[in-house]
T-cell receptor, first 114, second 113 residues
Framework: GAGVSQSPSNKVTEKGKDVELRCDPI?????LYWYRQSLGQGLEFLIY????????KSGLPSDRFSAERTGGSVSTLTIQRTQQEDSAVYLC????????????FGQGTRLTVV | GDSVTQMEGPVTLSEEAFLTINCTYT??????LFWYVQYPGEGLQLLLK?????DKGSNKGFEATYRKETTSFHLEKGSVQVSDSAVYFC????????????FGTGTRLQVFP
């Protein structure tokens, strides 16, 4: 596609349920990033992929969070046993190389845990 | 650790007014500095950047100067338009870790005709 695509755009889930958020990067972009924006907070780095490997996953807030990337393309961020504090907008970005400043961002997935 | 602090919004202006959105940072070494913009319903976009002290980034009439002495990177525009209404994020990238951006909390700008 022309840009980074994220789905769903909105997700409401019950506390304790698992959710999967999807990111389709721009074709050919080898680097992929996940960020989170909580209410009143800046964008918080979660994880970075180069190809299918994640050299930096230092931002994942707990072991309930995991992410994978397959075929050097689509990435899925999974949150297990969701908590209310997980409510946020989750943003994905991709870039041609390891240069996040040249990255293109998707419109995000707004997750609400009730 | 490294951090970015920017003024809280919303900032409300009339069209053609002068805009300043303050941004200060804390970082080790010499980071690169950025302003991103998020227009309603759109993804985050890079607006401008500066990679060393005294550099001035500019784009679409917006400017910001990298001030090492005051650790600041304030965003300015001489005459705002309604179409500039958006959320603006200040960010930095450490020279020791280029795979992540550290963002401020964002400032919402509302411009009225």
């Amino acid at each position: 596609g022309a840009g980074v695509s994220q789905s769903p755009s909105n997700k409401v889930t019950e506390k304790g349920k698992d959710v999967e958020l999807r990111c389709d990067p721009i074709s050919g972009h080898t680097a992929l990033y996940w960020y989170r924006q909580s209410l009143g907070q800046g964008l918080e780095f979660l994880i970075y992929f180069q190809g299918n490997s994640a050299p930096d996953k230092s931002g994942l807030p707990s072991d309930r969070f995991s992410a994978e990337r397959t075929g050097g393309s689509v990435s899925t961020l999974t949150i297990q046993r969701t908590q209310q504090e997980d409510s946020a907008v989750y943003l994905c970005a991709s870039s041609l190389a390891q240069a996040v400043t040249e990255a293109f961002f998707g419109q995000g997935t707004r997750l609400t845990v009730v | 650790g490294d951090s970015v602090t920017q003024m809280e919004g919303p900032v409300t202006l009339s069209e053609e007014a002068f805009l300043t959105i303050n941004c200060t940072y804390t970082a080790t070494g010499y980071p690169s500095l950025f302003w991103y913009v998020q227009y309603p319903g759109e993804g985050l976009q890079l607006l401008l950047k500066a990679t060393k002290a005294d550099d001035k980034g500019s784009n679409k009439g917006f400017e910001a100067t990298y001030r090492k002495e005051t650790t600041s990177f304030h965003l300015e525009k001489g005459s705002v338009q309604v179409s500039d209404s958006a959320v603006y994020f200040c960010a930095l990238s450490s020279p020791y870790n280029t795979d992540k951006l550290i963002f401020g909390t964002g400032t919402r700008l509302q411009v009225f005709p």
